[in-house]
């Protein structure tokens, strides 16, 4: 069994975030961004929390938020960790971090080398990174939106901190993608969903495995979607 840590992204409903508890993630995310198919009003994400607390790391994904906001989530939710998926700097990281005293995992998004050098100026100051494909120019939201990046990229990156891989990944793929990177986690949303911000039970589960064994699905499951 891999110790590779797995996180699964974006989750709204209690069934959904029953499969990924059940199935062995460590990290469940909940995303506070109205232009996400995946967000969460604060009232879910306080009872989702709830649900999952005590039996995974509650992450909280927030897009270049303000401090009161922060603080209202603080209180409500009591996230494990912050996921910072904006423009984000170095200041901005140890600002949350010292206010709101909880770690902080910094998206970065890797379309090219000089993305992997501001990655490793940002992991000297975040507990960890997460590497996501770079979005289009003309993306209205952060993210690989469901593609992949050239992972060879990732042998400029400093080990130094843990990373979380992401971007285009699912259950066929999640296997190779753990054995080319050595990615220490890795990160999941559009890729385990019927539909952009729907979740599916069986894709999760089968993201997991793969994850934690190695293995590849008996047969391709149609539902996955890759650009959502």
Same mark, same amino acid.
């Given at each position: 069994?891999?110790?590779?840590?797995?996180?699964?992204?974006?989750?709204?409903?209690?069934?959904?975030?029953?499969?990924?508890?059940?199935?062995?993630?460590?990290?469940?995310?909940?995303?506070?961004?109205? $232009?996400?198919?995946?967000?969460?009003?604060?009232?879910?994400?306080?009872?989702?929390?709830? !649900?999952?607390?005590?039996?995974?790391?509650? +992450?909280?994904?927030?897009?270049?938020?303000?401090?009161?906001?922060?603080?209202?989530?603080?209180?409500?939710?009591?996230?494990?960790?912050?996921?910072?998926?904006?423009?984000? #700097?170095? *200041?901005?990281?140890?600002? +949350? !971090?010292?206010?709101?005293?909880?770690? +902080?995992?910094?998206? +970065?998004?890797?379309?090219?080398?000089?993305?992997?050098?501001?990655?490793?100026?940002?992991? !000297?100051?975040? *507990?960890?990174?997460?590497?996501?494909?770079?979005?289009?120019?003309?993306?209205?939201?952060?993210?690989?939106?469901?593609?992949?990046?050239?992972?060879?990229?990732? *042998?400029?990156? #400093?080990?130094?901190?843990?990373?979380?891989?992401?971007? %285009?990944?699912?259950?066929?793929?999640?296997?190779?993608?753990?054995?080319?990177?050595?990615?220490? %986690?890795?990160?999941?949303?559009? %890729?385990?969903?019927?539909?952009?911000?729907? $979740?599916?039970?069986?894709?999760?589960?089968?993201?997991?495995?793969?994850?934690?064994?190695?293995?590849?699905?008996?047969?391709?499951?149609?539902?996955?979607?890759?650009?959502?």
């Amino acid at each position: 069994m891999s110790s590779t840590t797995v996180k699964i992204c974006g989750l709204s409903t209690p069934d959904t975030l029953d499969a990924a508890l059940g199935a062995g993630a460590e990290m469940v995310g909940f995303v506070c961004f109205p $232009k996400s198919p995946r967000h969460v009003d604060l009232s879910t994400m306080i009872a989702l929390a709830e !649900q999952a607390r005590g039996r995974a790391d509650i +992450v909280v994904l927030t897009v270049n938020t303000t401090d009161a906001d922060l603080r209202t989530l603080n209180e409500a939710v009591k996230p494990d960790w912050w996921q910072l998926h904006g423009s984000e #700097d170095a *200041d901005r990281i140890r600002a +949350v !971090q010292s206010r709101f005293g909880r770690p +902080v995992m910094k998206a +970065v998004g890797v379309g090219c080398a000089d993305d992997v050098s501001a990655a490793n100026a940002l992991g !000297q100051v975040a *507990d960890r990174l997460l590497l996501d494909a770079k979005p289009p120019k003309d993306a209205t939201r952060p993210g690989g939106l469901g593609t992949p990046f050239d992972w060879s990229l990732l *042998d400029a990156l #400093d080990r130094q901190r843990p990373f979380m891989l992401s971007g %285009g990944l699912s259950p066929a793929t999640v296997g190779d993608a753990i054995e080319a990177t050595g990615a220490d %986690g890795v990160d999941v949303s559009s %890729g385990v969903e019927s539909a952009p911000g729907i $979740k599916d039970a069986d894709l999760i589960r089968q993201f997991i495995a793969a994850a934690k064994t190695g293995a590849t699905p008996a047969s391709p499951v149609s539902k996955i979607r890759t650009n959502a």
